[in-house]
C-alpha cells in the first residue's frame, strides 16, 4: 500500500477506525483466504449460540470476563488504548445482547476505594429483544446495582 493512502487513513480516521482498516488491507493482500474462513468460524458460533437459545429464553454471563480497568489517560497512544479494547461474538453473529450493570468492584490496580461497574450481558436468539428488555428491566427494578 503507497504510504500516501496509509497518512490519509491515519490522518482523517479515528485510531480505531484507521487500525481495522489497515489491518483488513493488509490481511486481504498476505492472507486472501482469512476472510472466507473467519465467516465460515462465524457461522459455526452463530450455530452454537443458537443450540444454547434453543435450550432457553436468554443466556447470561459476564459482559467481559475481567473486572474493569481505570481508563488510560486521553493522552495515551493509540496502543494503549486498543490493547485495553475488546469486542464481543455478538458483534458478529447478529444476536441481540443487552449489557445492563450488576453491581460494582475496584480496578486489579486500585484504588480499592474506586468502584467501578460490573456488566451481565443477557443474550437471546435472533428476533427477540423484547425478553431481552424485560429481563433487563426487571434486574434495574429487583436490585440497585451500585449496592449489591
Not at 452454537?48 to 480497568?69: F, G, H, N, Q
Request: aromatic share 8%; net charge neutral; charged share 15%.
Amino acid at each position: 500500500m503507497p504510504d500516501s493512502k496509509i497518512k490519509y487513513i491515519t490522518n482523517q480516521l479515528f485510531p480505531n477506525s484507521a487500525n481495522t482498516m489497515i489491518n483488513g488491507l493488509y490481511a486481504g493482500e498476505h492472507y486472501p483466504m482469512l476472510h472466507g474462513k473467519c465467516h465460515n468460524l462465524l457461522r459455526k458460533l452463530r450455530l452454537y449460540y443458537d443450540v444454547a437459545l434453543s435450550e432457553v429464553d436468554i443466556l447470561i454471563m459476564p459482559t467481559t470476563p475481567w473486572v474493569a480497568k481505570v481508563m488510560p489517560h486521553p493522552n495515551a497512544s493509540p496502543l494503549t488504548h486498543f490493547s485495553e479494547a475488546r469486542g464481543l461474538p455478538f458483534d458478529h453473529t447478529g444476536h441481540p445482547a443487552l449489557s445492563i450493570p450488576c453491581g460494582v468492584l475496584s480496578p486489579p490496580e486500585g484504588p480499592e476505594s474506586l468502584k467501578l461497574p460490573v456488566g451481565m450481558q443477557l443474550v437471546s436468539k435472533h428476533h427477540h429483544e423484547l425478553p431481552l428488555y424485560r429481563a433487563g428491566l426487571a434486574w434495574s427494578e429487583a436490585f440497585d446495582w451500585k449496592n449489591v
